[in-house]
Protein backbone atom coordinates (compact mmCIF):
# COMPACT_ATOMS: atom_id res chain seq x y z
CA UNK A 1 0.00 0.00 0.00
CA UNK A 2 1.32 3.62 -0.99
CA UNK A 3 1.67 5.95 1.59
CA UNK A 4 -0.22 8.92 2.25
CA UNK A 5 2.04 12.25 1.60
CA UNK A 6 -1.00 15.07 1.15
CA UNK A 7 -2.48 17.48 3.30
CA UNK A 8 -5.66 16.48 5.34
CA UNK A 9 -8.06 19.19 7.30
CA UNK A 10 -10.22 18.34 10.00
CA UNK A 11 -13.10 20.19 11.78
CA UNK A 12 -14.43 19.66 15.03
CA UNK A 13 -11.81 20.49 17.08
CA UNK A 14 -13.89 21.33 20.32
CA UNK A 15 -12.55 18.24 22.45
CA UNK A 16 -14.55 19.58 25.64
CA UNK A 17 -16.39 17.23 27.72
CA UNK A 18 -19.10 16.38 24.81
CA UNK A 19 -16.51 16.61 22.23
CA UNK A 20 -16.77 16.95 18.51
CA UNK A 21 -15.22 14.34 16.23
CA UNK A 22 -11.97 16.28 14.67
CA UNK A 23 -9.39 15.03 17.69
CA UNK A 24 -10.54 11.57 17.21
CA UNK A 25 -10.21 11.62 13.56
CA UNK A 26 -6.32 13.28 13.35
CA UNK A 27 -5.16 10.62 15.98
CA UNK A 28 -6.59 8.13 13.85
CA UNK A 29 -4.59 9.87 11.14
CA UNK A 30 -1.52 9.72 12.68
CA UNK A 31 -2.14 6.41 14.31
CA UNK A 32 -1.82 4.73 10.33
CA UNK A 33 1.68 3.82 9.75
CA UNK A 34 0.48 4.34 5.64
CA UNK A 35 -0.28 8.04 6.88
CA UNK A 36 3.09 10.16 6.36
CA UNK A 37 0.99 13.60 5.07
CA UNK A 38 0.11 16.94 7.39
CA UNK A 39 -3.18 17.39 9.01
CA UNK A 40 -4.52 21.25 9.32
CA UNK A 41 -6.88 21.72 11.76
CA UNK A 42 -10.35 24.25 11.19
CA UNK A 43 -11.67 25.57 14.08
CA UNK A 44 -14.35 28.17 14.97
CA UNK A 45 -12.45 29.23 18.24
CA UNK A 46 -8.85 30.11 18.90
CA UNK A 47 -9.38 27.90 22.51
CA UNK A 48 -10.51 24.97 20.59
CA UNK A 49 -9.05 22.31 23.12
CA UNK A 50 -7.88 20.20 20.06
CA UNK A 51 -5.71 23.09 19.02
CA UNK A 52 -3.46 22.51 21.32
CA UNK A 53 -2.98 18.50 21.76
CA UNK A 54 0.99 17.98 21.28
CA UNK A 55 2.37 16.92 17.90
CA UNK A 56 -0.99 16.44 15.65
CA UNK A 57 -1.79 19.15 14.12
CA UNK A 58 0.70 20.71 11.30
CA UNK A 59 -1.03 24.12 11.02
CA UNK A 60 -4.30 25.70 11.92
CA UNK A 61 -7.25 27.89 11.04
CA UNK A 62 -10.03 29.71 12.07
CA UNK A 63 -13.36 29.09 10.09
CA UNK A 64 -16.45 31.29 9.96
CA UNK A 65 -19.34 29.46 11.77
CA UNK A 66 -21.84 27.83 9.45
CA UNK A 67 -24.72 30.10 10.14
CA UNK A 68 -22.40 32.54 7.99
CA UNK A 69 -23.48 30.79 5.25
CA UNK A 70 -21.94 28.57 2.07
CA UNK A 71 -19.81 31.30 0.67
CA UNK A 72 -17.96 32.33 3.64
CA UNK A 73 -16.56 29.01 4.31
CA UNK A 74 -15.54 28.46 0.46
CA UNK A 75 -13.95 31.43 0.61
CA UNK A 76 -12.57 30.79 3.61
CA UNK A 77 -11.41 27.11 2.39
CA UNK A 78 -9.81 28.71 -0.62
CA UNK A 79 -7.32 30.88 1.29
CA UNK A 80 -6.67 27.33 2.92
CA UNK A 81 -5.86 25.75 -0.02
CA UNK A 82 -3.64 29.03 -0.90
CA UNK A 83 -1.59 28.93 2.49
CA UNK A 84 -1.56 25.22 2.95
CA UNK A 85 -2.44 23.31 0.45
CA UNK A 86 -5.32 20.81 0.93
CA UNK A 87 -6.06 17.59 -0.81
CA UNK A 88 -8.67 16.14 1.45
CA UNK A 89 -11.11 17.84 3.96
CA UNK A 90 -13.06 15.96 6.31
CA UNK A 91 -15.55 18.18 8.32
CA UNK A 92 -16.80 16.39 11.36
CA UNK A 93 -19.93 18.79 12.33
CA UNK A 94 -23.62 17.91 11.76
CA UNK A 95 -24.38 21.84 11.00
CA UNK A 96 -20.94 21.76 8.80
CA UNK A 97 -22.23 19.11 5.86
CA UNK A 98 -25.51 20.94 4.09
CA UNK A 99 -22.54 23.78 3.02
CA UNK A 100 -20.69 21.02 1.96
CA UNK A 101 -23.16 18.18 0.33
CA UNK A 102 -23.47 18.09 -3.43
CA UNK A 103 -20.12 21.07 -3.69
CA UNK A 104 -18.15 18.32 -4.62
CA UNK A 105 -17.21 19.16 -8.25
CA UNK A 106 -16.82 22.84 -7.00
CA UNK A 107 -14.55 21.55 -3.94
CA UNK A 108 -12.32 19.53 -6.69
CA UNK A 109 -12.09 21.98 -9.03
CA UNK A 110 -10.52 23.69 -6.14
CA UNK A 111 -8.37 20.58 -5.56
CA UNK A 112 -9.94 19.41 -2.18
CA UNK A 113 -11.29 16.16 -1.91
CA UNK A 114 -14.37 14.55 0.35
CA UNK A 115 -16.37 11.58 0.78
CA UNK A 116 -19.61 12.98 1.82
CA UNK A 117 -23.29 11.58 1.49
CA UNK A 118 -25.72 13.55 -0.63
CA UNK A 119 -27.84 16.44 0.39
CA UNK A 120 -30.79 14.18 -0.43
CA UNK A 121 -28.92 11.63 1.84
CA UNK A 122 -28.18 13.73 4.65
CA UNK A 123 -31.76 15.06 4.59
CA UNK A 124 -33.23 11.07 4.31
CA UNK A 125 -31.39 10.44 7.77
CA UNK A 126 -33.24 13.68 9.75
CA UNK A 127 -34.77 12.78 13.00
CA UNK A 128 -37.86 14.14 11.28
CA UNK A 129 -37.53 11.74 8.63
CA UNK A 130 -35.69 8.66 9.68
CA UNK A 131 -38.92 6.57 10.84
CA UNK A 132 -39.44 6.53 6.49
CA UNK A 133 -36.65 3.81 6.76
CA UNK A 134 -39.36 1.29 8.77
CA UNK A 135 -40.48 1.09 4.54
CA UNK A 136 -37.12 -0.92 3.76
CA UNK A 137 -37.16 -3.07 6.69
CA UNK A 138 -35.64 -0.95 9.12
CA UNK A 139 -36.88 -0.85 12.54
CA UNK A 140 -37.56 3.14 13.36
CA UNK A 141 -39.53 3.74 16.79
CA UNK A 142 -42.18 6.09 15.29
CA UNK A 143 -41.57 9.70 15.44
CA UNK A 144 -43.87 12.39 14.54
CA UNK A 145 -42.18 16.12 14.09
CA UNK A 146 -44.43 19.06 15.34
CA UNK A 147 -44.46 22.16 16.06
CA UNK A 148 -47.76 23.24 17.86
CA UNK A 149 -47.15 21.77 21.54
CA UNK A 150 -51.26 21.65 21.95
CA UNK A 151 -50.43 18.43 20.13
CA UNK A 152 -49.14 16.86 22.97
CA UNK A 153 -52.04 16.46 24.38
CA UNK A 154 -53.37 13.28 22.22
CA UNK A 155 -49.96 12.20 20.58
CA UNK A 156 -49.30 9.76 23.13
CA UNK A 157 -52.11 7.95 21.33
CA UNK A 158 -50.48 7.23 18.31
CA UNK A 159 -47.08 6.72 20.04
CA UNK A 160 -48.03 3.82 22.33
CA UNK A 161 -48.29 5.62 24.93
CA UNK A 162 -46.19 6.96 27.72
CA UNK A 163 -43.19 7.80 28.20
CA UNK A 164 -42.63 9.63 25.38
CA UNK A 165 -39.35 10.83 24.02
CA UNK A 166 -39.05 14.37 23.18
CA UNK A 167 -35.54 15.59 20.64
CA UNK A 168 -34.39 18.32 19.75
CA UNK A 169 -34.54 18.76 15.60
CA UNK A 170 -30.36 18.93 15.72
CA UNK A 171 -29.31 17.36 19.26
CA UNK A 172 -30.94 16.84 22.85
CA UNK A 173 -33.78 14.93 24.34
CA UNK A 174 -36.05 14.60 26.92
CA UNK A 175 -37.71 11.72 28.65
CA UNK A 176 -41.25 12.45 29.13
CA UNK A 177 -43.90 10.51 31.62
CA UNK A 178 -47.16 12.44 31.18
CA UNK A 179 -48.82 15.53 29.56
CA UNK A 180 -47.47 18.18 31.64
CA UNK A 181 -43.58 16.92 31.40
CA UNK A 182 -43.88 16.64 27.37
CA UNK A 183 -44.54 20.22 27.37
CA UNK A 184 -42.11 21.47 29.24
CA UNK A 185 -39.47 19.40 27.07
CA UNK A 186 -41.06 21.02 23.71
CA UNK A 187 -40.46 24.20 24.89
CA UNK A 188 -37.21 23.28 26.36
CA UNK A 189 -35.73 21.73 22.83
CA UNK A 190 -37.65 24.45 20.80
CA UNK A 191 -35.84 27.01 22.73
CA UNK A 192 -32.60 25.58 21.94
CA UNK A 193 -33.16 23.81 18.95
CA UNK A 194 -35.68 25.51 17.19
CA UNK A 195 -38.87 23.63 15.20
CA UNK A 196 -39.87 21.35 14.59
CA UNK A 197 -39.84 19.52 17.90
CA UNK A 198 -39.27 15.70 17.58
CA UNK A 199 -42.00 13.09 19.36
CA UNK A 200 -40.19 9.59 19.62
CA UNK A 201 -42.02 6.40 21.00
CA UNK A 202 -40.17 5.31 24.25
CA UNK A 203 -37.76 2.35 23.85
CA UNK A 204 -36.06 0.88 26.56
CA UNK A 205 -32.93 -1.54 26.04
CA UNK A 206 -29.10 -1.50 25.52
CA UNK A 207 -27.37 1.16 23.50
CA UNK A 208 -25.20 0.21 21.21
CA UNK A 209 -23.26 2.61 18.44
CA UNK A 210 -21.56 1.58 14.49
CA UNK A 211 -19.30 4.06 13.44
CA UNK A 212 -19.44 3.32 9.49
CA UNK A 213 -18.26 4.07 6.01
CA UNK A 214 -20.69 3.40 3.03
CA UNK A 215 -19.90 3.51 -0.64
CA UNK A 216 -22.89 5.47 -1.92
CA UNK A 217 -23.83 2.49 -3.87
CA UNK A 218 -25.40 0.57 -1.04
CA UNK A 219 -22.63 -1.34 0.46
CA UNK A 220 -20.25 -1.01 3.54
CA UNK A 221 -16.35 0.15 3.54
CA UNK A 222 -16.02 -0.85 6.98
CA UNK A 223 -17.66 -0.69 10.01
CA UNK A 224 -16.89 -0.83 13.95
CA UNK A 225 -19.70 -1.55 16.56
CA UNK A 226 -19.05 -0.30 20.21
CA UNK A 227 -20.72 -0.74 23.44
CA UNK A 228 -20.84 2.21 25.57
CA UNK A 229 -19.35 1.12 29.08
CA UNK A 230 -19.21 4.43 30.80
CA UNK A 231 -21.45 7.52 30.04
CA UNK A 232 -21.45 11.01 31.35
CA UNK A 233 -24.55 13.24 32.55
CA UNK A 234 -25.67 13.62 29.23
CA UNK A 235 -25.42 10.39 27.91
CA UNK A 236 -21.98 10.60 26.10
CA UNK A 237 -19.85 7.75 26.11
CA UNK A 238 -16.71 8.19 28.14
CA UNK A 239 -15.66 4.14 27.43
CA UNK A 240 -16.48 1.93 25.05
CA UNK A 241 -15.42 -1.43 23.87
CA UNK A 242 -15.68 -3.12 20.28
CA UNK A 243 -18.63 -5.59 20.33
CA UNK A 244 -19.53 -8.74 17.76
CA UNK A 245 -23.04 -8.87 16.98
CA UNK A 246 -24.18 -10.41 13.68
CA UNK A 247 -27.70 -8.65 14.24
CA UNK A 248 -26.29 -5.43 14.78
CA UNK A 249 -24.13 -5.11 12.08
CA UNK A 250 -27.18 -6.93 9.76
CA UNK A 251 -28.85 -3.99 10.80
CA UNK A 252 -26.27 -1.38 9.57
CA UNK A 253 -25.99 -2.81 6.57
CA UNK A 254 -30.02 -2.62 5.85
CA UNK A 255 -29.95 1.10 6.76
CA UNK A 256 -26.49 2.11 4.86
CA UNK A 257 -28.34 -0.42 1.75
CA UNK A 258 -31.54 1.79 2.22
CA UNK A 259 -29.91 5.20 2.25
CA UNK A 260 -26.93 4.25 -0.18
CA UNK A 261 -25.17 6.18 2.10
CA UNK A 262 -22.10 7.80 0.98
CA UNK A 263 -19.31 8.64 3.53
CA UNK A 264 -18.82 8.11 7.32
CA UNK A 265 -21.73 8.26 9.77
CA UNK A 266 -22.68 6.86 12.81
CA UNK A 267 -25.50 4.48 14.23
CA UNK A 268 -27.43 4.64 17.27
CA UNK A 269 -29.21 1.38 18.08
CA UNK A 270 -31.19 0.21 20.51
CA UNK A 271 -30.88 -3.34 21.44
CA UNK A 272 -34.57 -4.30 23.20
CA UNK A 273 -34.68 -6.74 26.30
CA UNK A 274 -36.29 -9.21 23.44
CA UNK A 275 -33.11 -8.89 21.52
CA UNK A 276 -34.62 -6.84 18.68
CA UNK A 277 -32.80 -3.88 16.98
CA UNK A 278 -34.18 -0.40 16.73
CA UNK A 279 -32.30 2.40 14.99
CA UNK A 280 -32.24 5.58 17.08
CA UNK A 281 -30.62 8.66 15.17
CA UNK A 282 -28.23 8.22 12.22
CA UNK A 283 -25.47 11.18 12.72
CA UNK A 284 -24.02 11.76 9.34
CA UNK A 285 -20.67 12.11 10.39
CA UNK A 286 -17.44 10.62 12.40
CA UNK A 287 -18.58 10.00 16.13
CA UNK A 288 -16.24 11.42 18.51
CA UNK A 289 -15.14 7.84 19.32
CA UNK A 290 -14.07 7.25 15.42
CA UNK A 291 -10.50 6.47 16.85
CA UNK A 292 -11.27 3.21 18.50
CA UNK A 293 -11.80 2.16 14.40
CA UNK A 294 -7.86 2.74 14.22
CA UNK A 295 -7.20 1.40 17.53
CA UNK A 296 -9.04 -2.02 16.92
CA UNK A 297 -6.88 -2.36 13.29
CA UNK A 298 -10.32 -1.02 11.12
CA UNK A 299 -8.84 2.63 10.27
CA UNK A 300 -12.17 4.23 9.15
CA UNK A 301 -11.01 7.94 9.06
CA UNK A 302 -8.03 6.26 7.07
CA UNK A 303 -10.18 5.01 4.67
CA UNK A 304 -12.04 7.79 4.51
CA UNK A 305 -8.76 9.18 2.95
CA UNK A 306 -8.73 6.64 0.63
CA UNK A 307 -12.17 6.98 -0.82
CA UNK A 308 -11.53 10.94 -1.21
CA UNK A 309 -8.59 10.20 -3.17
CA UNK A 310 -9.54 7.43 -5.23
CA UNK A 311 -7.95 4.42 -3.81
CA UNK A 312 -8.59 1.40 -2.32
CA UNK A 313 -9.33 1.53 2.17
CA UNK A 314 -7.09 -1.01 3.54
CA UNK A 315 -9.10 -2.43 6.45
CA UNK A 316 -8.50 -5.87 8.16
CA UNK A 317 -11.40 -7.23 10.41
CA UNK A 318 -11.44 -5.29 13.37
CA UNK A 319 -10.86 -7.00 17.28
CA UNK A 320 -13.30 -7.55 19.37
CA UNK A 321 -12.66 -6.75 22.87
CA UNK A 322 -10.63 -3.41 22.33
CA UNK A 323 -12.06 -0.28 24.52
CA UNK A 324 -11.13 3.14 24.73
CA UNK A 325 -11.21 4.66 28.06
CA UNK A 326 -11.58 9.27 27.41
CA UNK A 327 -8.98 11.16 29.80
CA UNK A 328 -9.51 15.12 30.73
CA UNK A 329 -6.20 16.53 30.96
CA UNK A 330 -4.87 20.04 31.34
CA UNK A 331 -2.73 20.69 28.14
CA UNK A 332 0.27 22.98 29.07
CA UNK A 333 1.24 25.66 26.66
CA UNK A 334 3.14 29.18 26.27
CA UNK A 335 0.23 31.59 25.82
CA UNK A 336 2.14 32.73 22.82
CA UNK A 337 0.42 30.06 21.08
CA UNK A 338 -2.25 31.75 21.20
CA UNK A 339 -0.98 34.35 19.41
CA UNK A 340 -1.49 33.54 15.64
CA UNK A 341 -5.67 31.69 15.45
CA UNK A 342 -6.40 35.11 17.88
CA UNK A 343 -4.60 37.48 15.48
CA UNK A 344 -4.65 36.20 12.07
CA UNK A 345 -6.74 33.58 12.22
CA UNK A 346 -4.25 30.95 11.89
CA UNK A 347 -1.06 28.96 12.38
CA UNK A 348 1.49 27.38 10.78
CA UNK A 349 2.09 24.97 14.20
CA UNK A 350 1.03 24.97 17.50
CA UNK A 351 1.78 21.80 18.73
CA UNK A 352 5.94 22.22 18.75
CA UNK A 353 7.67 21.50 22.52
CA UNK A 354 7.66 25.23 23.01
CA UNK A 355 7.20 24.54 26.89
CA UNK A 356 9.18 27.43 29.01
CA UNK A 357 12.54 26.23 30.26
CA UNK A 358 11.75 23.77 33.18
CA UNK A 359 8.57 22.24 32.10
CA UNK A 360 6.25 24.33 34.31
CA UNK A 361 3.39 26.82 33.74
CA UNK A 362 4.83 30.00 31.81
CA UNK A 363 5.32 32.38 34.64
CA UNK A 364 5.02 36.36 33.66
CA UNK A 365 8.26 36.31 32.97
CA UNK A 366 8.83 33.30 30.61
CA UNK A 367 6.34 34.44 28.37
CA UNK A 368 7.67 35.83 25.86
CA UNK A 369 6.21 38.87 24.33
CA UNK A 370 3.35 38.69 21.57
CA UNK A 371 4.59 41.09 19.55
CA UNK B 1 -21.40 -28.72 23.01
CA UNK B 2 -24.64 -28.54 24.51
CA UNK B 3 -27.92 -27.16 22.35
CA UNK B 4 -28.04 -23.55 23.41
CA UNK B 5 -24.82 -23.02 24.57
CA UNK B 6 -23.81 -20.77 21.69
CA UNK B 7 -23.22 -17.26 24.01
CA UNK B 8 -21.36 -19.22 26.55
CA UNK B 9 -18.40 -20.43 23.88
CA UNK B 10 -18.38 -17.09 22.70
CA UNK B 11 -16.89 -15.69 26.28
CA UNK B 12 -13.43 -14.64 26.85
CA UNK B 13 -12.62 -15.98 30.06
CA UNK B 14 -9.25 -15.22 31.51
CA UNK B 15 -7.11 -17.77 33.87
CA UNK B 16 -7.83 -15.23 36.84
CA UNK B 17 -11.72 -15.40 36.18
CA UNK B 18 -12.19 -12.25 34.17
CA UNK B 19 -14.88 -12.50 31.39
CA UNK B 20 -15.79 -10.33 28.19
CA UNK B 21 -19.02 -11.40 26.28
CA UNK B 22 -18.16 -9.64 23.05
CA UNK B 23 -21.82 -9.90 22.28
CA UNK B 24 -22.88 -7.47 24.39
CA UNK B 25 -19.70 -5.66 25.65
CA UNK B 26 -20.52 -6.64 29.05
CA UNK B 27 -17.45 -7.88 31.22
CA UNK B 28 -17.77 -9.46 34.45
CA UNK B 29 -15.62 -11.49 37.22
CA UNK B 30 -15.98 -15.14 37.86
CA UNK B 31 -14.43 -17.51 40.69
CA UNK B 32 -13.08 -20.72 40.36
CA UNK B 33 -15.93 -22.48 40.99
CA UNK B 34 -18.33 -20.49 38.50
CA UNK B 35 -15.54 -20.75 35.98
CA UNK B 36 -15.34 -25.08 36.03
CA UNK B 37 -19.01 -24.68 36.17
CA UNK B 38 -18.76 -22.03 32.53
CA UNK B 39 -16.12 -24.56 31.05
CA UNK B 40 -18.27 -27.65 32.07
CA UNK B 41 -21.71 -26.09 29.86
CA UNK B 42 -19.29 -25.05 27.13
CA UNK B 43 -17.55 -28.41 27.12
CA UNK B 44 -21.05 -29.96 26.61
CA UNK B 45 -21.29 -31.94 29.96
CA UNK B 46 -24.26 -32.57 31.68
CA UNK B 47 -25.00 -32.16 35.62
CA UNK B 48 -23.31 -35.12 36.62
CA UNK B 49 -20.27 -34.46 34.96
CA UNK B 50 -20.03 -31.24 36.11
CA UNK B 51 -20.92 -31.88 39.90
CA UNK B 52 -18.20 -34.64 39.96
CA UNK B 53 -15.80 -31.51 38.60
CA UNK B 54 -16.57 -29.52 40.80
CA UNK B 55 -16.23 -32.22 43.54
CA UNK B 56 -12.90 -33.19 42.69
CA UNK B 57 -11.93 -29.93 42.40
CA UNK B 58 -13.19 -28.54 45.99
CA UNK B 59 -14.72 -31.81 47.51
CA UNK B 60 -18.29 -30.50 48.73
CA UNK B 61 -21.06 -31.93 49.35
CA UNK B 62 -22.70 -33.40 46.30
CA UNK B 63 -25.97 -32.54 46.95
CA UNK B 64 -24.93 -29.02 47.83
CA UNK B 65 -23.10 -28.98 44.55
CA UNK B 66 -26.13 -29.92 42.53
CA UNK B 67 -28.34 -27.45 44.15
CA UNK B 68 -25.69 -24.56 43.30
CA UNK B 69 -24.98 -25.74 40.02
CA UNK B 70 -28.28 -25.51 39.13
CA UNK B 71 -28.46 -22.03 40.79
CA UNK B 72 -25.90 -21.10 38.77
CA UNK B 73 -27.31 -21.68 35.78
CA UNK B 74 -30.37 -20.12 36.75
CA UNK B 75 -28.22 -16.97 37.11
CA UNK B 76 -26.55 -17.52 33.63
CA UNK B 77 -30.35 -17.64 31.98
CA UNK B 78 -31.31 -14.76 34.18
CA UNK B 79 -27.85 -12.54 32.51
CA UNK B 80 -29.05 -13.94 28.96
CA UNK B 81 -26.36 -16.17 28.56
CA UNK B 82 -28.13 -19.29 28.37
CA UNK B 83 -31.21 -19.70 26.56
CA UNK B 84 -34.61 -19.25 28.84
CA UNK B 85 -35.76 -22.60 28.42
CA UNK B 86 -32.20 -24.59 28.70
CA UNK B 87 -32.23 -27.11 31.44
CA UNK B 88 -29.24 -28.66 32.59
CA UNK B 89 -29.59 -32.46 33.13
Known amino acids: MLPFTGTVAVTGLNATDNPGPGLAVVRALRADPRFQGRIIGLAYDAMDPGLYTPNVLDGAMLIPYPSAGREALLARLAWCQQRFGLDVLIPTLDSELPALCDQEPLLESMGIRTFLPTRAQYDMRSKARLDELTAHGVPVPKAVPISDPSTLYTIHEELGGFPLVVKGVFYGATIAWNVSEAIAGFHKQAAEWGLPVIVQEHVSGEELNVCVVGDGDGGIVGAVPMKKLMLTKSGKGWAGVTIDDPGLMEMAANTIAALKWRGPCELEVMRDDRGGFHLMEINPRFPAWCDLSAGAGHNLPMAYVDLAMDRTPHLPDYRVGTAFVRVSINQIVDVAAFEGLSTVGETASLTSDDLPEGGDMPSPTTIRPLH | ?89
Open chain 2, 1 to 89: MNAGTDRLSQLAISASGFVFDPRSGATFTVNDTGRTIIEGLRDGNGLDDIVASLDDAFACDRADLKRDTLEYVRQLRDQGLLPTDFELV
